[in-house]
């Protein structure tokens, strides 16, 4: 049996690069005393996320973007030593566009890239579109990345969970609901939202999940918070809840996929040329 411990995050992260570092390596140190392999950090961890959701343009002129072989990313990995980290960021793309990205990285260099496929409200404004989902080889397992919206659609974790994905991992900056908000976040619609996500994706695809999310408020948004580590069975191994923390869970991964898809196997018992719409296949 080899077992891995996982860390979701649930921090709080702004405009100065020197202050999200600041916090991203006391969080790697804490990660590093729990004995953790796998550490997922929010959405926009590195240079925050926008400022609002309605604007056409960000009035502080957005993140900064940074380059995927540039010198941040590199300082992240140098960060990440023997840990697998995974951090959202501001991409600088060689095309000339910018994409809300997120990097998985170890003390070796990239390990793997995801561009945010689906852009919520008005995100397109500040960010071009990813075009594709893939899953890739890690020292901790294959693992598939996602950004925040990106997980509302069950395709998205369907095609890591096809190309082999064990693990999922999903960074967010998820707000609070912006009309008819709780004045408690515990009781947030959009909160109730992003946990169902979570715990869906990991069950209908029967992967481990780990769900990353910013804290605290940036401009006019509040984010939820509620970091966790879900089984493959939509059950919650650990969860920081509303505020700020470390959910940290330890799996026998390889074991919790083979006993939760040993009875029914979503992948396996898939009956593809049965999913039609408008006369096409559902791949």
């Known amino acids: ?64 973007a940074l380059a995927l072989d540039g010198p941040e990313v590199r300082r992240l990995a140098a960060l990440a030593g023997e840990l697998t980290v ?30 945010k496929v689906h852009q919520p409200l008005s995100e397109d404004a500040s960010y071009a579109s990813g075009d594709r989902f893939h899953a890739f080889d890690t020292p901790v397992g294959r693992i598939g990345m996602m950004i925040c919206y990106d997980k509302a659609f069950p395709e998205s974790a369907r095609a890591l969970a096809l190309d082999g994905a064990e693990i999922g991992v999903v960074v967010s900056a998820w707000p609070g609901a912006r009309t008819h908000a709780a004045t408690d976040l515990v009781n947030d619609r959009w909160k109730r ?26 401009g006019s948004l509040r984010f939820v918070g509620s970091a966790k580590v879900v089984d493959p069975g939509g059950e919650i191994l650990a969860d920081t809840g509303i505020g700020a923390g470390l959910a940290v869970a330890e799996l026998d991964v390889a074991q919790a996929l083979e006993t939760a898809r040993r009875a029914m196997g979503h992948l396996r018992d898939r009956r593809p040329e049965t999913y039609t719409y408008a006369g096409a296949v559902s791949r």
């Open 1 to 64: 049996m080899s077992t891995l411990r996982m860390a979701a995050v649930a921090a709080e992260f702004g405009r100065d690069l020197e202050e999200d570092f600041a916090v991203v390596e006391r969080l790697i140190k804490e990660a590093r005393a729990e004995g953790v392999g796998l550490l997922a950090l929010p959405e926009a961890c590195l240079g925050g996320y926008l400022l609002s959701l309605d604007n056409d343009t960000e009035l502080d002129g957005g993140p900064p």
């Open 86 to 115: 995974v951090a959202g960021y501001c991409e600088a793309g060689t095309d000339g566009q910018r994409y809300n990205s997120v990097v998985c990285v170890s003390g070796d260099g990239v390990l793997g890239n995801h561009r």
């Open 193 to 218: 939202r992003f946990d169902l996500f979570d715990r869906a994706r990991a069950l209908e695809n029967q992967i481990v999940w780990v769900s990353a999310n910013q804290t605290g408020t940036f």
